[in-house]
């Protein structure tokens, strides 16, 4: 019955929430800890340093290994299996196992890093850090000095990863077949080459072709040189910022940035940023390089449509005559109607036939409308229809309008924050926007917060079965239950009000067991032995209610019980429930 129960929440959470009788119980951790390791850390003591527990838990999440009790992070057993898992469980070894060549071997043949937590005896450890190295680059940083002057593993770390060249002998920094193969691998790596090499044509080439960005760190003269500045903008258009200045003015050049880039396109020359074909080409990956273009162009009716037409953001950026073109204006609303409004001329956000265009597609233009269109009515309605959070910028009059903020909250039940104080008291208004958004209870008027009919819908919802806690829900589950049990006293008012989440018929009381065993009939329960209570009460007096609960599927079981409780005291008076 418990386990029915526990089976809504997360495996962490169930842990996390339990009472400290099942946070001490060996079968409900070990099950917890096979689907999430690191729920260890909120299981007893007592269990943290059983080593069936933990050996569960870091098989699933190495990590689970800082969780453990000291003994078992000093078993090698334990910790051969975390690090199999998680090669950087290696950091909460006892510090005689992260000394242990095997243990380590193990930890570094999953994640290289892991060097960086083995003693200082096997990071001299030649096929120990070959090993690293092999299966991350970076792991050179934490090799043994003398390694790091050991050709054979300095070539497999840059190989891996060219950054690693960074960590290496200052010798081989300047080597140029080093250089070249760790450029091939991250043409940034050249930042840690050698400036003879950062002036060698062939490496630098390699290295702009793996990352144009790389361009930064050549050598002034190749910067200079055309074909490596065209290799470096061929792959990263915006590299046109590291070229020499007299490229911002090449045509070839510049068409090649802005067509890998369109913001390349502030990096080009005053002429060939009033070049049509130009800008046109940025535009077609950057709608927003239109910022870039010279006033002229800025004027252009046709470059801007085409601008606003791929983003109307870029809409801020049109000459002022063309955002207060209606055929501009409409084009770019098309595209996303809050930010075509937001840079339209104030005459168009006056316009009733451009904002009520503009709503229709997103309710939340509103915002940029003219005050006077925020409280037109038909206006407002149109966007709050669309989107219900719009409410938010209608004018006063408008958020005590009944229709108006019906039409709003049951788009979004969270536009009942918006709505005016008189409304939030409103069983009908309050009730539709439970009904869109069960966690706008907590919006309402402290009075209808404690109505049983608003409870109850809180809690049917849209259908218990698919209906999902939000994350960071203003009113969470266990509020809810918890308001029930302190101002509903009697069960029998209790059932009433969970009437509308009750399942039908006998059969739908039965729960599959998560042992395979036989179900459990709720039904059946046996109400005088003090488990109703427990498993009601025990979870609303933990710190944080139902928190974590990933459905509301809980509010079935819970009803099941009460319907439990109901017919087993159908022949006599019903209790009062629990304090």
Partial sequence: ??????????????????????????????????????????????????????????????????????????SRAVVHLAVCT????????????????????????????????????????ADIVRTAVAQDGLALEWADATLKSSRPIVCTAVGNYGGALEWADP?????????????????????????????????????VAQDGGALEWAHDDLRADREVVLDAVQRRGWALQWAHPSFRSDRQVVRAAVAQNGWALAYASA?????????????????????????????DRALVRAAVTRRAAALAYAHVDLRADREVVNAAIHESAY?????????????????????????????????????????????????????????????????????????????????????????????????STHCALSLASESLRDDVRCLALCLHGRGVEQYRVPHRSPLRIGEIVDLMATRLRDWRAMTTALVGVRRAGRDATKRPRRDGGSPCLLGKLDVGDGSLTRLVYGFVGVPGGFAGARSLRVVEVFADIVSAHERSCEDGDVGEAPP
Avoid at 88 to 105: E, K, M, T
Avoid at 340 to 351: E, G, M, Q, T
Avoid at 370 to 394: E, M, N, P
């Fill in 86 to 125: 998680d090669g950087g469980a290696l950091a909460w070894a006892h510090p005689l196992l992260q000394a242990d060549p095997g243990i380590v071997r193990a930890a570094v043949s999953r994640d290289g890093c892991a060097l960086a937590w083995a003693s200082a005896g096997l990071r001299a450890n």
């Fill in 339 to 435: 930010w075509a409004l937001r840079s339209a001329s104030a005459a168009l956000r006056a316009d009733r036939a451009v904002v009520a265009a503009a709503v229709a597609r997103d309710g939340l233009a509103l915002r940029w409308a003219h005050r006077d269109l925020q409280a037109d009515r038909s206006i407002v309605l149109i966007a709050v229809t669309c989107k219900g959070l719009a409410l938010q910028y209608a004018r006063a009059a408008l958020r005590a309008d009944p229709a108006i903020v019906h039409a709003a909250v049951a788009q979004n039940g969270l536009a009942l924050s918006f709505a005016s104080a008189a409304l939030r008291a409103d069983p009908a208004a309050v009730h539709t926007a439970i009904l």
């Fill in 171 to 207: 010798r081989f920094q300047a080597d140029r077949e080093v250089a070249y193969l760790a450029v091939s691998e991250d043409g940034n790596a050249l930042e840690f080459a050698h400036p003879d090499l950062r002036a060698d044509r062939g490496v630098v080439r390699a290295a």
């Fill in 271 to 299: 002429d060939l940023r009033a070049d049509r074909g130009i800008v046109l080409t940025a535009l077609r990956t950057a709608a927003e390089a239109l910022q870039w273009a010279c006033v002229d162009l800025r004027s």
């Fill in 1 to 74: 019955m418990f386990d029915d129960f526990m089976d809504m929440f997360s495996d962490e959470t169930r842990v996390r929430l339990a009472p400290i009788e099942l946070r001490q119980d060996f079968h409900f951790v070990y099950e917890a800890v096979q689907s999430s390791g690191c729920v260890l850390q909120s299981a007893h003591p007592t269990l943290q340093a059983d080593a069936r527990v933990v050996s569960a838990a870091v098989q699933q999440d190495g990590f689970a290994l800082e969780f453990a009790g000291d003994p078992l992070k000093a």
